[in-house]
């Protein structure tokens, strides 16, 4: 049973580079989300998305895209990447639409480091 | 400004004794408190929640206090083991995720 799963683990980029953050759940999850987590400012959200074809800006979505085509999928797009962007990237699924609004708990993947520099 | 605030980075605590984590909010509008365990190059596992109605829940080692008055909850720990020590973070639910504290990193020492 293989869960949240993110690639990479780890990844360093150059200023100004591209790049997309995979994710992939198995559980048929309808609400999936990404967050970010840097030193000493837990765990902020991103974009999450409630279901296929549905997705919406979280708390700190400047410089990220995001689309929902499949259920499983969610991948998180750099479109030009910046040093401010150099954090630990975690993705996480629930299995109501609603999200965790409720009392649904989040799965979440293993995380991505990702390096700006 | 922040909406849920866990006050204290760390907290070391002896193996067997009672852990106690705590974590305030200003946001009457919660409806769901729920407490993640993180190890290191892990992702954060879901511990324990708690609904805004209730004002305890128990799972084992692990109780979830919850005071709506004082808007504080604290996760105690009984007997703490060195299996414990972790990264704890305090999470919030509303409509769209959760609002998560910058964690409190207990340390449980023999």
């Known amino acids: 049973n293989a869960g949240v799963t993110q690639t990479p683990k780890f990844q360093v980029l150059k200023t100004g580079q591209s790049m997309t953050l995979q994710c992939a759940q198995d559980?048929?999850?309808?609400?999936m989300s990404w967050y970010r987590q840097d030193p000493g400012m837990g765990l902020r959200l991103i974009h999450y998305?409630?279901?296929?074809?549905?997705?919406d800006q979280g708390e700190v979505p400047n410089g990220y895209n995001v689309s929902r085509s499949t259920t499983e999928d969610f991948p998180l797009r750099l479109l030009s990447a910046a040093p401010s962007q150099t954090s630990v990237y975690f993705c996480?699924?629930?299995?109501?639409?609603?999200?965790?609004?409720?009392?649904?708990?989040?799965?979440f993947g293993s995380g991505t480091q990702l390096s700006v520099l | 400004d922040q909406q849920v605030k866990q006050n204290s980075p760390s907290l070391s605590v002896q193996e067997g004794r009672i852990s106690i984590l705590n974590c305030d909010y200003t946001?009457?509008?919660?409806?769901?408190f729920l407490w993640y365990k993180k190890y290191p190059a892990e992702g954060p596992t879901f511990l324990i929640s708690?609904?805004?109605?209730?004002d305890k829940n128990e799972d084992g080692r692990f109780t979830v206090f919850l005071n709506k008055s004082a808007k504080h909850l604290s996760l105690h720990i009984v007997p703490s083991q060195p299996g414990d020590s972790a990264v704890y973070f305090c999470?919030?639910?509303?409509?769209?995720?959760?609002?998560f504290g910058k964690g409190t990193h207990l340390i449980i020492q023999p």
């Open positions: 559980m048929n999850h309808e609400y």
């Open positions: 999470a919030a639910s509303e409509t769209d995720g959760l609002t």
């Open positions: 998305s409630v279901g296929a074809g549905i997705t």
């Open positions: 946001n009457s509008m919660f409806d769901y």
């Open positions: 708690i609904s805004s109605i209730k």
């Open positions: 996480a699924s629930s299995y109501s639409g609603t999200g965790p609004s409720t009392n649904e708990k989040l799965f």
